[in-house]
């Protein structure tokens, strides 16, 4: 090839990414996890790095095993990417131990990451336990408190108030401005378990109470739901950190509404199917 042709420059062109961080666990089906976490960041326009926190066997019929990554060398791939890049958002998904949860705690008190979203994965959407008990306290108490803004499922925001799990969209505004109020941490309540026509997230912030309504998709493939809502946040925030989060939570829900419908026609794996990461590139209606 002739000098001057068919090479690019890697310096002056285009604009700087918008980088997000994805600290979660691994899904082989790529349906959740950080392999969910990497598709919506590219979806939405971010440049997605990832520290993962666990090792799964895992596919759209559940979870038949997990291996924790030494919360050592949880801190160490942390400390070695935030040495080199400048992280714009991050998403907090799978910690599966308090020893995770609690470096992950230190990283953040002494790291800027961003604005910070805080998925508190405890089962995964086929019932499997993905948090054992230890560490729910530790995410309570030390890394609520550092996030931006949390978004537990109804089961989840359960466990974090040591309550029963709320059976509809008023008890749902209720748990999540008692979690704001414990946590002083922006809440977004996913209501998604609870029945109905549409589906109700709460979110309660300083500022109020906002229900976020969205048609309920009638579709077994919702693996990776919880995953995919939160990295939507958090690529949008890595894009604008300052953006007011009412706006920020409804352009990841058409996200997700998109992302869910796509997913019907699929196809992959025979039990709780993935979404479809990609359909917006497909114009997925």
């Known amino acids: ?86 992280v714009h958002a991050t998403k907090i998904g799978m910690l599966a131990g308090a020893a995770t949860a609690r470096a992950v705690a230190e990283v953040l008190r002494a790291r800027d990451v961003g604005p910070v979203v805080l998925d508190p994965v405890m089962v995964a959407t086929s019932g499997d336990r993905l948090l054992d008990a230890d560490a729910v306290a530790v995410l309570r108490e030390e890394l609520l408190p550092l996030a931006d803004v949390v978004t537990p499922n109804v089961p989840e925001a359960a466990v974090l108030l040591g309550v029963e799990a709320a059976r509809g969209p008023d008890e749902c505004v209720a748990q999540a401005e008692e979690l704001l109020r414990r946590s002083g941490t922006t809440v977004l309540l996913k209501g998604g378990h609870l029945d109905g026509d549409d589906s109700v997230d709460v979110l309660a912030r300083a500022g109020g109470t906002h229900l976020v309504t969205r048609p309920r998709v009638a579709t077994t493939a919702t693996h990776g739901t919880g995953c995919t809502l939160s990295s939507a946040m958090a690529a949008l925030l890595a894009h604008d950190p300052g953006a007011d989060l009412t706006g920020v939570v409804d352009a990841a829900r058409d996200y997700l509404q998109t992302a869910l419908t796509g997913g019907i026609g699929l196809g992959v794996g025979h039990g709780s199917g993935p979404l479809d990461h990609s359909g917006l590139s497909r114009g997925a209606q």
Do not use: E
């Not at 919506?40 to 019929?61: E, I, P």
């Open 1 to 86: 090839m002739g000098r001057g042709t068919g090479r690019v420059s890697d310096r002056g062109r285009g604009i700087p990414a918008r980088v997000a961080l994805s600290i979660a666990g691994s899904d082989p089906s790529g349906g959740a996890g950080v392999q969910a976490d990497l598709k919506t960041f590219a979806a939405l326009g971010a440049y997605g790095t990832a520290v993962l926190t666990a090792l799964t066997a895992q596919s759209t019929r559940g979870v038949a095993g997990v291996v924790v990554v030494d919360p050592g060398f949880v801190r160490q791939q942390l400390d070695v990417l935030l040495d080199d890049v400048t």
